[in-house]
């Protein structure tokens, strides 16, 4: 679940300005659904290039020391982030460089949010919307005020699952939750299994 800029690309799948290439006849064509990994696009997109904020995709419980819980959704709203339409060319990196360019320029800020459920909010499907006059806590600040070239040692061998949680805070019976979870670890076995190479991304070389 992301709320995106109308200016600014999203995209966690098939995104190339050229042509599928399917047939003419609708019943030769393909099944798209096997060319839909960015990587075999070989393109790069960060989530936080791509979007001006984020929602969480499933809710989770906060738990006091009574073990009282309160069901929760997180989001991040960008703080003093101007929209800004990006080329509709220019490389598989375009949303890389434009981040470097903007963490160069000053740092970028996120309002981290929590939203309060109601007793009669479904928390156990991420699709369903909250009403929107539900209770939103402003939590803190999200900063990025650098960015470095990928490399072993800075998040590049990290597996960043949604199950993993500190103490205080559980999962909901959301069944996005867990799937995100097995989908997460799959990725990463897959890629401590592929040969090293440098990034493509070179921070150093990015024009500010």
């Not at 006059?133 to 070239?149: A, H, K």
């Not at 199950?163 to 999962?171: A, C, K, R």
């Amino acid at each position: 679940m992301a709320d995106g800029n109308p200016t600014r690309a999203f995209s966690a799948g098939l995104d190339t300005t050229q042509s599928f290439g399917q047939p003419d006849i609708v019943w030769n064509h393909l099944d798209p659904g096997e060319y839909l990994s960015p990587k075999w696009q070989k393109l790069w997109k960060p989530v936080v290039c791509a979007v001006q904020g984020m929602c969480t995709a499933g809710a989770f419980y906060f738990v006091n020391e009574s073990g009282a819980r309160a069901a929760v959704r997180w989001s991040l709203a960008p703080i003093g982030q101007a929209p800004h339409p990006l080329p509709r060319s220019g490389g598989p990196n375009t949303l890389f460089d434009d981040l470097i360019r903007q963490i160069g320029s000053g740092p970028q800020q996120w309002k981290l949010l929590v939203t309060l459920a109601a007793p009669t909010d479904p928390v156990n499907d991420a699709t369903v919307a909250w009403p929107a006059q539900r209770r939103v806590i402003e939590t803190g600040t999200v900063t990025l005020t650098s960015v470095e070239t990928e490399r072993a040692g800075n998040a590049r061998d990290i597996n960043f699952d949604p199950m993993v949680l500190p103490d205080g805070i559980e999962p909901s019976d959301d069944p996005l939750l867990s799937a995100r979870s097995a989908v997460y670890a799959a990725s990463f076995r897959l890629r401590a299994g592929e040969h090293k190479s440098a990034s493509a991304v070179n921070v150093g070389a990015v024009t500010l």
